[in-house]
């Protein structure tokens, strides 16, 4: 496998932090430093298994949790009172809460976006009102690279140990994955990707179909939703990026 995917869109290193905070409901000013680092490796490790070219900058952040974690273990200096002993984690933790605002107030401005766009200065067939009504029901978030990494170190973790070692040529490629997935979901509204991974015969075609995800996803012909966070990972086409039939008719 020979497939180097390039993720300008997904999240980094403190959305990772944040994701894990909010994943083991830890207090953000009281990170149990250990966890979280061991945590933070082994998304890491799936990262390095799937060659994402982010790899690196995920490297440095773990860097500076190792660096806290030693200091954490280090005995106090007995020279320094407890007021002047500042806490390795404060700058740490001063980032993170910096980052979340800003990310708190791009969610905001993105929904007013989203308001936005609903908001219709021209008379609309009922019909068509209708359909949106309907559509709005469905509430879903979007889930993120980190979900995506859970869900398949979940799956592969199902896969059991194959005790008969076989050489077997396996012929799967991102390519002919994205076809695939492409042609489900001609036939179905959406699939979990829990029934995608469950369908693949060994770990490396699992591997194959979640690059095949990030790529749909980055080239913005799919969406990974959930209906509720952490829950399980459905996919399904991304309505915007598609040319109506009509439109693809008169071209």
Do not use: W
Not at 8 to 30: A, C, H, R, S, V
Not at 95 to 102: M, S
Not at 172 to 184: A, S
Not at 186 to 192: A, F, G, P
């Amino acid at each position: 496998m020979s497939y180097k995917l390039k993720l300008e869109i997904f999240e980094g290193p403190l959305d990772l932090l944040l994701y894990l905070i909010k994943k083991n409901d830890i207090d953000i000013t009281n990170i149990p430093i250990s966890q979280i680092t061991e945590q933070y490796m082994q998304y890491i490790n799936m990262m390095k298994l799937l060659d994402l070219d982010i790899v690196g900058d995920f490297l440095v952040m773990a860097a500076t949790l190792m660096q806290i974690k030693s200091k954490m273990l280090l005995p106090p200096d007995p020279y320094e009172t407890e007021e002047e002993e500042e806490d390795p984690r404060d700058e740490l933790v001063r980032r993170l809460n910096e980052y979340k605002r800003f990310k708190e107030i791009a969610e905001a401005l993105k929904d007013k976006e989203m308001m936005r766009k609903n908001l219709f200065a021209r008379n609309i067939d009922p019909q068509e009102i209708n359909k949106f009504k309907d559509d709005a029901k469905e509430i879903y978030f979007e889930a993120s690279l980190f979900d995506l990494i859970n869900a398949l170190s979940e799956a592969l973790k199902k896969v059991p140990e194959e005790v008969i070692h076989e050489i077997i040529k396996e012929n799967f490629t991102v390519e002919q994955k994205i076809h695939d997935i492409l042609h489900l979901l001609l036939d179905e509204k959406s699939v979990s990707i829990t029934s995608l991974f469950a369908k693949c015969a060994s770990k490396i075609e699992m591997v194959v179909a979640f690059l095949a995800i990030l790529e749909l996803i980055r080239l913005k012909e799919i969406k990974a939703i959930q209906k509720r966070v952490f829950e399980d990972i459905e996919i399904m086409r991304n309505t915007d990026n598609m040319v109506p039939e009509d439109q693809g008719k008169q071209e």
